[in-house]
Every structure is written in C-alpha cells, then in structure tokens.
C-alpha cells in the first residue's frame, strides 16, 4: 500500500536536469513538488520567481537545486547538481548553507545519494525558527546553495569490520545516509543481509517508505540484490501504524529479526551496526551494544558498529 507521494507526477516542477537525459535514473527521485500538495500540508508555496543565486566563496562550492519534495509540514528533501570534482563515500555527511549575515550559515547534512549519483540528495527536517531550515526549507529548483568541499563521516563501509548482516538503525532525518549505503552495489557484496531500520513518531515522516518497501526494485544497479538481501523495518510511534514500537523494544522482543536469516539477536561476532539519529537515541543504542560486545569504529580503527547524529537547526 503506497503511503507516502504528492500525488504531482503530471505537475510541472523540476528544472534544470530535472526533465533533461540522465545516465542514471535515481528510483527515489520525487514527483515534482505542486500547489495541491502544498496546500494539503500547510507548506508555503510562492509565486514563480528569479532563482535565488548567491556570491561565490572560495571556502565552499555553489551547489545548484535541482528539485525539491515537501513530504509533510516538517520534512522535506531537496537535491543540488554535483560538481565534476566532489566525491564521496557512501554515508558520508557534508556541509550546506545559505548567506548569514556575516558569514555563510552552515550546517552538516548527510549525502542521501549513493557515490555514484550525478545529484547529491539531502533529507531535512523544518524547524521553523531554526536559523538555517527556516530558510532552508523556501529553496526552489533553480536557487543556489552553498556546498562544503571536504564531506566526511564514520557511517561507512571503511569503519565497520567484515561481517555477516548489516543492521542500520535510524529515527528521524538519521535516515539519510542509510539512503546512500543501500543503494551501493558494494554493500551488498560485503554483506549477507542488509537491514534498515527507521523509526518516526508519524506515518508522514516514512520518507521512501514506498521504495523500500518494494526492496528497491526499481533500482538500476542494486534491484536484484536488494530483492534476495534487503529488509526494510519501519516503525511509528505516535500514530496508527502496523509496527508501533520503538527500535530498543524490537530487539529486546526479537521482532526486529523476524524474516532475517540468522540468530534473532545481535552478535558481535558477524553482525555490524550503524546508528543515526537523536543523541538520546545513539547514547542508549552505544551502550548496550557496547555491553554486549561490540567495539565502536572509526576509519582509522574499523569497529563492529559506528555512529553519526542526525543534525538539525
């Protein structure tokens, strides 16, 4: 059953290499974000404007929005073009920002795209007096926003030891770098079974919900794989949902392994884990793995599971 979608795909909306040929045709990219969707969320929509483009800085990239998807009233995600000189690992985290007053106001976001993509996908939240997605959140196809050079982080392959299944557990926007690992054709050869678990507190903020759910079988390069290796588990607990615990209680209970090759719980010996989202959320998650026997990692030292907080502001 499709929960999420604007219900837009004949509205036009996407500029740029939104309608142009595209060697590779990302499955997770939205319908066009249209005034019936916008009204439906309460999402401020404005008049066809000027692209906003702001002044070059030597200290970052200007990164080019190619579309935007309001999902809810607090969520949305946006993707900008990808300059010929930015690469990346899958999972990793860059900065993006706007002008601030005296200084351009950044803020890190993890790369939604796996490193292959021609576009670089990001997932956000709206906080509405939050100093950058405020602002962030009026972005329309056509604006430009700044890109940090240099992207970084630990929810990579390169941190993780060899293992047998993949548990990527997130709540909130810590979903967006687990969007970018399951769809590298090299985590599925590094591992048997390739888990993602998010967990939201309303049925709106399963982004790609849809996708999952269908084990990525639109996907050009992983749709085979991820049909014999992928599992999708999400939760919601604030709101009707056929899974409404919280991600702790399924292990605890076992529910999370249900239809998952392998012990119904965590083994240090040939299970990793990653973790991203609230602080609370990975604070508890690290210590019980680590009381169960599994080693933090980093990329000068690979472990049997690695962190990232989610941002916001």
Avoid at 6 to 20: F, I, K
Avoid at 54 to 65: H, Q
Avoid at 189 to 217: I, P, W
Wanted: glycine fraction near 8%; proline fraction near 7%; hydrophobic fraction near 40%.
């Amino acid at each position: 059953m499709a929960l999420l979608g604007s219900g837009c795909r004949d509205e036009p909306g996407m500029t740029g290499r939104g309608a142009a040929k595209k060697r590779y045709v990302d499955p997770l990219r939205p319908a066009p974000y249209c005034a019936a969707f916008a009204k439906s969320t309460g999402t401020p929509m404005t008049d066809t404007r000027a692209p906003a483009l702001i002044p070059e800085n030597p200290a970052f990239l200007n990164a080019k929005v190619l579309w935007v998807r309001h999902w809810n009233e607090h969520l949305f995600s946006f993707a900008v073009e990808r300059p010929a000189s930015f690469r990346f690992r899958s999972g990793e985290f860059v900065m993006i920002g706007l002008p601030g007053d005296k200084k351009p106001l950044m803020r890190a976001y993890s790369i939604a795209s796996p490193h292959y993509a021609e576009e670089l996908e990001f997932l956000s939240i709206k906080v509405q007096d939050g100093p950058l997605t405020s602002r962030l959140q009026l972005i329309e196809p056509g604006d430009e926003l700044y890109m940090g050079k240099k992207p970084t982080g630990t929810l990579v392959l390169d941190a993780l030891l060899p293992g047998k299944r993949l548990f990527m557990l997130s709540t909130g926007t810590g979903l967006a770098p687990f969007l970018s690992l399951m769809r590298d054709p090299d985590v599925y050869n590094a591992y048997d079974r390739v888990v993602v678990a998010h967990s939201v507190r309303r049925v709106s903020d399963l982004a790609y919900h849809d996708e999952m759910e269908a084990r990525l079988a639109e996907d050009p390069l992983v749709a085979d794989e991820a049909g014999a290796q992928f599992h999708y588990v999400p939760t919601v607990t604030r709101e009707a949902f056929r899974n409404g615990k919280r991600l702790g209680a399924m292990i605890e209970d076992a529910s999370l392994f249900t239809g998952i090759d392998g012990a119904a719980a965590l083994d240090p010996e040939t299970d990793r884990v990653m973790l991203c989202g609230s602080t609370e959320m990975i604070r508890d998650f690290a210590k019980s793995l680590e009381e169960q026997g599994f080693v933090e990692g980093s990329n000068a030292n690979p472990g049997s599971f690695v962190i990232e907080r989610a941002f916001v502001g």
